[in-house]
T-cell receptor, first 117, second 114 residues
């Protein structure tokens, strides 16, 4: 039972390089999210998707782009990496709201640690 | 707008002692409240949640939390700490119609010593 899988788990980039983080979920969830985690700041929402073909901006979207061409995949792209994007990135998924039982329960991947030099 | 404040970035307790992790929230609409736990090098997992109904909610691993509307608080407690409870704990808030988007606090790292 894979759940939410993120690749790669570690990556080092030079300033200005581009890369894509891939998130795949096998739970048939409608909603998917990308968060970044920085020390002392908790997790902050970058972008999210409420269904295949849809994306929306979160709290800190600048410098990132996303795509959800297939329901099970959510890609996070950095077009021109900057040192400020050094962080741990978490993908999460959630079923469509179906009442109290499904409210707020996000399923997280194990994270992708990105360093930008 | 919604926000979450966790008091104390680091908490240290002895094994067997009470665990109390504090969380206060700000929300312009009725909130849904959550505690998540993160073990080293892992993602987050849900400990417990409050949506509606009983204000004292019980979660996994013996943790519980009480929603106090008058104090805008949702503190996490456990009567007796175990070494395995050492982790980082995050309080979060969302709201109805928000597509389950969570707003997280900064986190509290719990250390448990013998």
């Amino acid at each position: 039972n894979a759940g939410v899988t993120q690749t790669p788990k570690f990556r080092v980039l030079k300033t200005g390089q581009s890369m894509t983080l891939l998130c795949a979920q096998d739970m048939n969830h409608e909603y998917m999210y990308w968060y970044r985690q920085d020390p002392g700041m908790g997790l902050r929402l970058i972008h999210y998707s409420v269904g295949e073909g849809t994306t929306a901006k979160g709290e800190v979207p600048d410098g990132y782009n996303v795509s959800r061409l297939k329901k099970q995949n959510f890609l996070l792209g950095l077009e021109s990496a900057a040192p400020s994007q050094t962080s741990v990135y978490f993908c999460a998924s959630s079923p469509r709201y179906g009442g109290r039982e499904t409210t707020g329960e996000l399923f997280f991947g194990e994270g992708s640690r990105l360093t930008v030099l | 707008a919604q926000s979450v404040t966790q008091l104390g970035s680091h908490v240290s307790v002895s094994e067997g002692a009470l665990v109390l992790l504090r969380c206060n929230y700000s929300s312009s609409v009725p909130p849904y409240l959550f505690w998540y736990v993160q073990y080293p090098n892992q993602g987050l997992q849900l400990l417990l949640k409050y949506t509606t109904g009983a204000t004292l909610v019980k979660g996994i691993n013996g943790f519980e939390a009480e929603f106090k509307k008058s104090e805008t608080s949702f503190h996490l407690t456990k009567p007796s700490a175990h070494m395995s409870d050492a982790a980082e704990y995050f309080c979060a808030v969302s709201f109805s119609g928000g597509y389950n988007k969570l707003i997280f606090g900064a986190g509290t790292r719990l250390a448990v010593h013998p």
